[in-house]
């Protein structure tokens, strides 16, 4: 049976990564420490060792001398660290930069962008103090109006963006051919200079690699499978130890199983997103589709599709669309479909890679960074809602601060977890939102 994180005990138990792009030009990754096959007490336990896991354990240890003690279900960076996108941008959840005066006020939503701003910053300390040679592509972003019908959006996003002191400029159609891709669906496009691209496993590596030099250890193929309290101490039982902690981190975003604690209970969707990468293109392909740009590329679709062009000339695209991995297989080749109609040049081109990973959704699609209303030792961060290279690393460093020296964590990512009403018939919702998303992309 596949694996739903809403229903599996747990994501496995030492599973190689996922058969990913990402995973084939990594290179070696870096030691951990093994499988936990003792007991042991520590101040802090952090489970799951992705992006959220790696950089809390490594600012713990590095600003406040901490030992922490990471524990994974499979290998570092198996979860969604590993195989996502690799876009790095200044996104702290989902909701549209348009609605975000109404939402939070005008100060509110100003102070959400500084905070998005600093996340990204996070993400280029980190390859700073650790010197991680993961890939990094210049500055470059862009959103693309895929029908006529949305270039609006993006003139409504470009207004905010510019109210924030952004620089940001829209392309027209002849922009984008003359100076990016040449490709259908790219009406006009929404650059900013805010973001970049990465290899994500190579950056992951290199925080794993951080952790441990400054102290934290990290146990892989070490699922908690149990979560007791008694007195002050929270007991995590693995299949081959305990970890006994003062304070417990639950880093595991999209792979959560709800059941190990009550805090978690109802408050995630985690959903699939699939991604293809091609074989590189020919010299005719590249030189017909002129896909010369290094920038991260998404659009205004609700099925939002989003893609970059590989150092090896190879193309990436993914989106979301599946709702179990059993069924994902013809997402492959819808995923090559869209890869083909957006660059007609790329009429012939055929895929090397294909793989998937559990994003996860929160009701108010805000990451949430804090600790469980009736416990303070019972920490997580997580619900990045599809974008978390930035924010899963931002999030782990607040948590940090938060855990090392008292910091309050800043408002927008501090708010109490909000339960899904009617949370068992989550699947079923996403069903009937996916066939409105289908049905008003074809619409657009
Ligand atoms: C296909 C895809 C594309 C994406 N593209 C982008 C993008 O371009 N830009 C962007 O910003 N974001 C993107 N994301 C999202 C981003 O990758 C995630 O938000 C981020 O990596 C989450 O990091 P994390 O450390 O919180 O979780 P993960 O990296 O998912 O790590 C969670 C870990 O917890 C472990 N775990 C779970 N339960 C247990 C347990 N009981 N015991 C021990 N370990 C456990 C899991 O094995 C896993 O390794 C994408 C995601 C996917 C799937």
């Known amino acids: 049976m596949s694996y739903d994180p809403l229903t599996a005990p747990g994501p496995g138990e030492g599973l190689a990564h996922v058969e990913s792009y990402w995973a084939a030009t990594a290179g070696p990754a870096p030691a951990d420490d093994g499988q936990l096959n003792s ?73 959400l962008w500084d905070e998005a701003l600093a996340a990204v910053g996070t993400v280029r300390d980190l390859i700073q103090e650790g010197g991680i040679d993961c890939d990094v592509q210049p ?5 693309l109006a895929h029908a006529m019908s949305t270039v609006k ?15 940001c400029e829209m392309l027209s159609a002849a922009d984008i051919a003359a100076q990016h891709f040449r490709g259908n669906e790219a009406h006009a496009a929404l650059r900013t200079t805010d973001g970049f ?15 441990r030099e400054a102290g934290a250890v990290v146990y892989s193929a070490s699922p908690v499978l149990k979560w007791t309290r008694h007195g002050d101490v929270h007991h995590l039982g693995t299949p081959a130890g305990e970890v006994r902690a003062k304070r417990i981190v639950f880093a595991t975003n999209g792979y959560t199983n709800e059941l190990l604690h009550p805090a978690l209970k109802a408050r995630l969707l985690p959903v699939l997103s699939n991604i293809v990468v091609t074989r590189p293109m020919t010299e005719a392909e590249q030189a017909e589709s002129n896909l010369v740009t290094r920038d991260s590329i998404s659009d205004t679709r609700k099925f939002l599709n989003y893609y970059r062009r590989l150092p090896d000339g190879r193309l990436m695209l993914g989106s979301r669309g599946a709702i179990l991995e059993s069924g994902s297989a013809p997402h492959r080749e819808r995923l090559l479909q869209i890869v083909r109609r957006k660059f007609p040049a790329l009429g012939s081109i055929t895929v090397d890679y294909f793989w998937g990973g559990w994003v996860a959704l929160t009701p108010d699609m805000m990451p949430h960074v804090g600790h469980a209303e009736e416990d303070a030792s019972v920490c997580f961060a997580l619900g990045y809602c599809g974008s978390g290279v930035t924010a899963a690393n931002h999030a782990g460093r607040r948590l940090a601060e938060y855990l090392g020296e008292g910091r309050a964590v800043p408002v927008h990512l501090n708010q109490p977890l909000p339960r899904y009403p009617l949370a068992r018939l989550r699947r079923l919702g996403q069903f009937a939102a996916f066939q409105w998303f289908t049905m008003s992309d074809a619409l657009t």
């Open 197 to 211: 691209c990465l290899h994500p496993m190579k950056f992951g590596y290199g925080i794993l690699r951080m952790a």
């Open 39 to 111: 007991g042991i007490d520590t101040d802090i336990a952090i489970i799951g060792a992705g992006y959220t896991g790696l950089s809390c354990a490594y600012y713990l240890a590095q600003r406040y001398g901490a030992r922490p003690v990471v524990l994974e279900a499979n290998q570092p960076l198996w979860g969604c660290s590993g195989r996502n996108g690799s876009f790095a941008g200044p996104a702290l959840g989902r909701v549209a930069l348009r609605e975000w005066s109404a939402r939070w006020g005008e100060t509110g939503a100003r102070s």
């Open 139 to 143: 500055d470059g972003r862009m959103r």
């Open 153 to 167: 959006l993006l003139e409504d996003d470009a207004r905010v963006l510019q109210s924030f002191g952004s620089n």
